[in-house]
């Protein structure tokens, strides 16, 4: 899910914010969770995924990619239940997977380093979470997506505060994101390297 970066931009950072419908509901209410749609396509956000099985977040900082890193946020990783299930037992994406990727800023404070933006607290000098500011989605259906690679779509709720988040999104132009999925993606365009979660649920059952 590295790959969506369409809303990063002030304007369409507005047009998100002024789409939004009422603020999202990142916390589950012990019903399950089915993906939505819109009628003209767009994929209504999600709901609970902060309560879903948690895989991976990797980080690229500015400080560490100067001048500016391409996605410079810690990236908090969240998979549908059902979807997590069927891959402990198999090691495969079913068809319905939806992962979620929800962006959490880099904290900076008065220690923080101008050169690589670490910053000081209680453990020691390096990177932490400040505040939510963004959501991303990317699904897998060969009934809607039959022609996109692996059958993935890929969704943007904006680059935003969380109260922010748009209410639905349309996917993602092909080019926007399956291009680097594709190329650089451990296992069926996801980005299982950067996962350990998955990683060790596929080692479990015997898939490389």
Request: net charge negative.
């Amino acid at each position: 899910m590295e790959g969506v970066r369409i809303q990063n931009q002030p304007e369409q950072r507005s047009r998100a914010a002024a789409a939004s419908g009422p603020p999202p509901q990142p916390y589950g209410d012990g019903r399950p969770f089915e993906v939505q749609f819109t009628e003209n396509g767009e994929m209504v956000r999600p709901t609970g995924w902060r309560d879903w099985p948690y895989v991976g977040t990797p980080l690229t900082p500015n400080g560490l990619n100067p001048p500016e890193a391409p996605f410079p946020e810690f990236h908090n990783v969240y998979m549908e239940p059902s979807a997590y299930d069927h891959y402990k037992r198999t090691g495969e994406f079913k068809d319905g997977t939806l992962l979620v990727k929800e962006l959490v800023g880099v904290q900076k404070n008065n220690t923080t380093n101008q050169q690589d933006g670490s910053t000081v607290e209680s453990s020691g000098r390096g990177y932490f979470m400040s505040d939510y500011i963004g959501l991303e989605t990317e699904y897998k259906s060969s009934r809607r997506y039959p022609n996109e690679p692996g059958n993935w779509a890929y969704f943007s709720f904006g680059h935003v505060p969380e109260a922010q988040y748009a209410a639905a999104t349309a996917a993602q132009p092909t080019n926007n994101c399956n291009a680097c999925h594709q190329a650089n993606a451990q296992q069926d365009y996801v980005f299982t390297q950067h996962y350990p979660v998955l990683r060790g649920a596929r080692e479990r059952v015997g898939r490389r």
